[in-house]
C-alpha cells in the first residue's frame, strides 16, 4: 500500500511539473498586458511567431496575420474565461487550499508531518498542487496517461479509477475512465466518455 502511494504521489508530480513548465508561457489574466510587453521584443506592438512559438499562437491570431497583437491576445483570454463554462472551478473542489498565487496553481493544504514541512511552500522538490477536479476524486486511481487528446497544445489527462472501498465494486456505466480535457490555467474540463 505505502509503495502505491508512493507512486500515485510521484505521478502527480510529476504531471504538475509538466503542467506548470506548459503553463510558464501562459500570461496570467491580471498581467496580459505587462507579459505581452515582455514578449514583444522589438517594440513594434505585436508579436511575432518568433518571438512567441508556444502552441496558442496560431488561435491568438484571430486575423492570421502572422502576429498577435494586445488586442487579440486579450479577447482570446477573455473569451477563453467566458467559453470556460464547464471547467471546474475551484470552489466546487472541497480542498483546503494553503497558498494561491495569480497565475500558478494553488498549494493544497496537508496535514502536519514530517513529508509536509519538506514540501511546504513554493520553490521546492515536490509541492503537493490543487487540480480542480482531479485531485479531490475520491475513487482509487489504478493508472493515468497525459497526451494531447484534442491538438491544442496543452496536456489533457486521461485516468482510470477504482470503485470506493465499500461499494461492493459497484459502478454506473462508464465510470472507470475519466477524460480531462486541459482548459489552460490549470482548469480541467471533463469529457464525457461512455463505454461500449
Known amino acids: ?3 502505491f502511494i508512493i507512486k500515485a504521489c510521484l505521478t502527480v508530480t510529476l504531471i504538475s511539473m ?16 505587462e507579459q505581452f510587453k515582455q514578449l ?3 517594440d513594434d506592438g505585436k508579436i511575432s511567431p518568433k518571438e512567441y512559438s508556444g502552441p496558442l499562437f496560431r488561435h491568438m ?9 494586445l488586442e487579440e491576445a486579450t479577447e482570446f483570454y477573455r473569451k477563453r474565461r467566458t467559453d470556460n463554462k464547464d471547467a471546474i472551478q475551484l470552489e466546487d473542489v472541497g480542498e483546503d487550499i494553503a497558498e494561491q498565487r495569480i497565475g500558478e496553481p494553488p498549494l493544497k493544504k496537508l496535514p ?3 513529508a509536509a514541512r519538506d514540501a511546504a511552500g513554493r520553490g521546492q522538490r515536490f509541492e503537493c498542487i490543487v487540480v480542480p477536479g482531479f485531485t479531490s476524486i475520491p475513487e482509487g486511481m489504478n493508472g493515468l496517461a497525459i497526451a494531447d487528446l484534442n491538438r491544442d497544445g496543452l496536456l489533457d489527462i486521461v485516468a482510470t479509477y477504482s470503485s470506493p472501498a465499500g461499494s461492493g465494486g459497484k459502478w454506473g456505466s462508464g465510470e472507470k475512465l475519466r477524460v480531462f480535457i486541459n482548459q489552460g490555467n490549470f482548469n480541467f474540463r471533463t469529457h464525457a466518455y461512455q463505454a461500449a
Do not use: K, N
Open 18 to 33: 509538466q503542467l506548470q513548465a506548459q503553463e510558464a508561457t501562459r500570461p496570467s489574466t491580471s498581467s496580459i498586458t
Open 40 to 42: 514583444d521584443r522589438d
Open 112 to 114: 502536519d508531518s514530517d
Open 61 to 69: 491570431d484571430v486575423d492570421r496575420d502572422g502576429y498577435v497583437s
Open 1 to 3: 500500500m505505502r509503495r
